[in-house]
């Protein structure tokens, strides 16, 4: 935390205590804000401007208002362009909750929560997407750092297939973006790779798989550079297939031995390409080549086992896998996101690495947002939020038909259904693949930018 300068106002003294607390130095000062009565810790956070999250409000930094381009003292960090200027200009900020869309605060800032009630599970990165709320101002960044990264997906694609050379410092940058829009708020990413369109299956498996490595990266607590790197080898993990035979990867029915032997090639072929490019480094280059080994020894090219296969290589082994099961193909229907974990779990120590499979269940939990839903009443629904704390009981949006299109309708809180006095309380009834009745989790996703809604 950056030290507070000299010089505060006899104005500010009441928050320099305020910001005493921030820092840990609470000795017994209780900052009693008289007018709305109550302390002012409680609606205001000095923070160092890396801390800051969208939505979050700033009221005041260290540097004069007069000497910045904001017209008004006080500004709604919507944009990530906002939050690299105060980083830029600013030591430390102060951010009013009250004004804030976002009330997000750092754990320093929470009461202390007796111990026992899963505190120490929920504040865990593995239940990031527990904390991080889907709504109007945080989809609509997603849903630009997503198309940003469909485009970059298709340009890849039509690289590939013109056998051209391949943009990839373009496609890192663009997977940096997403990175940085994943450390801010992964759920409404992770809400978008709901979006399952049969057509486009090769460039959204690609955007998935490098949505969610970054998102399970994010929440194993990797490093800034690992989070990075397994998003680009997410989103290149198939590239070899480009060398593959078109005939054989369209090919509807079962393949034959030497079919299958030329696909398993599409590993190899992929690390070679990317070897060739002194710009992209060695664990993307090997998490592509082994992201089919298997931790039996029964997986390919090399038919590694154990430790010996990368860690990298793993993770990208089974969000390949669950992002698959959960799409249409040619060959296996869709599964629910219920199915597709259970298929994970029954495979791992054979198929896939067993500490990942368990990870990627406590990350997406078993209501992850986006997933549809029917609830007892009949009613389809989809899930906005799911703080581990509801358990099975999240926060979901009614489903209603307007002709061949789907709207979201009410909000219902599940878990404050529970509590009522009802012998059949509103519940989850079944869980749904993507995509169940042509319902579209990008068009909701745009009628949810669009409508104002609550933080
Ligand atoms: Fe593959």
Redesign the pocket.
Same mark, same amino acid.
């Given at each position: 935390m950056a030290k507070s300068p000299s010089g505060w106002s006899a104005g500010w003294g009441i928050k320099k205590r305020a910001c005493d607390r921030a820092n840990g130095n609470i000795g017994g000062l209780m900052d009693w804000d008289e007018f709305s009565n109550r302390p002012v810790w409680e609606y205001e956070l000095k923070l160092e401007p890396s801390e800051l999250k969208l939505g979050h409000f700033v009221r005041k930094m260290n540097r004069p208002w007069q000497e910045t381009d904001f017209p008004l003292q006080g500004v709604l960090v919507d944009s990530l362009e906002i939050k690299r200027w105060f980083q830029e200009h600013c030591s430390w900020v102060i951010v009013d909750l009250d004004r804030s869309p976002n009330k997000y605060r750092p754990a320093r800032y929470r009461a202390p929560q007796p111990s026992g009630n899963g505190e120490a599970e929920d504040s865990h990165a593995i239940q990031i997407l527990r904390r991080s709320p889907i709504n109007q101002l945080t989809l609509t960044r997603a849903i630009n750092e997503y198309q940003r990264l469909d485009r970059q997906a298709e340009e890849l694609i039509k690289q590939i297939e013109l056998s051209g050379p391949m943009d990839v410092p373009t496609a890192a940058r663009t997977v940096d973006h997403v990175a940085e829009a994943m450390e801010e708020n992964p759920a409404a990413l992770v809400w978008l790779t709901r979006i399952k369109r049969q057509d486009r299956y090769t460039a959204q498996h690609c955007i998935n798989v490098a949505i969610l490595c970054m998102g399970l990266a994010v929440g194993l607590e990797w490093s800034r550079k690992e989070i990075r790197e397994v998003g680009l080898a997410g989103l290149l #993990? &198939?590239l070899g297939?480009v060398k593959v035979d078109g005939e054989i990867l369209r090919k509807p029915g079962r393949l034959t031995v030497t079919e299958f032997n030329e696909v398993k090639e #599409?590993?190899r072929y992929g690390y070679e390409m990317l070897l060739e490019d002194e710009l992209v480094s060695r664990n993307v280059a090997e998490a592509v080549l082994c #992201? #089919?080994e298997q931790p039996d020894g029964k997986g390919y090219p090399q038919g590694l086992t154990g430790a010996a296969i990368p860690p990298m290589a793993r993770l990208v082994a089974v969000v &390949?896998a669950y992002d698959a099961i959960t799409s249409n193909r040619s060959y296996d229907p869709a599964r629910s996101h219920h199915e597709a974990l259970g298929i994970l779990w029954k495979r791992r120590g054979a198929q896939f690495d067993t500490h990942t499979v368990e990870s990627l269940i406590r990350f997406m939990g078993w209501v992850t947002p986006g997933t549809l839903v029917v609830l007892n009443t009949g009613q389809l629904a989809v899930v906005l939020e799911s703080p581990s704390q509801r358990g099975l009981r999240p926060l979901v949006a009614l489903l209603t038909r307007n002709g061949e299109d789907w709207e979201l309708g009410l909000s219902v809180d599940l878990d404050s259904e529970e509590s009522k006095q009802s012998t059949r309380p509103l519940g989850i009834e079944q869980v749904l693949p993507d995509g169940h009745q042509g319902i579209d989790i990008g068009k909701l996703s745009e009628q949810m930018a669009a409508a104002r809604a609550g933080p």
């Open positions: #993990h &198939d297939k #599409h590993c #992201h #089919h &390949d």
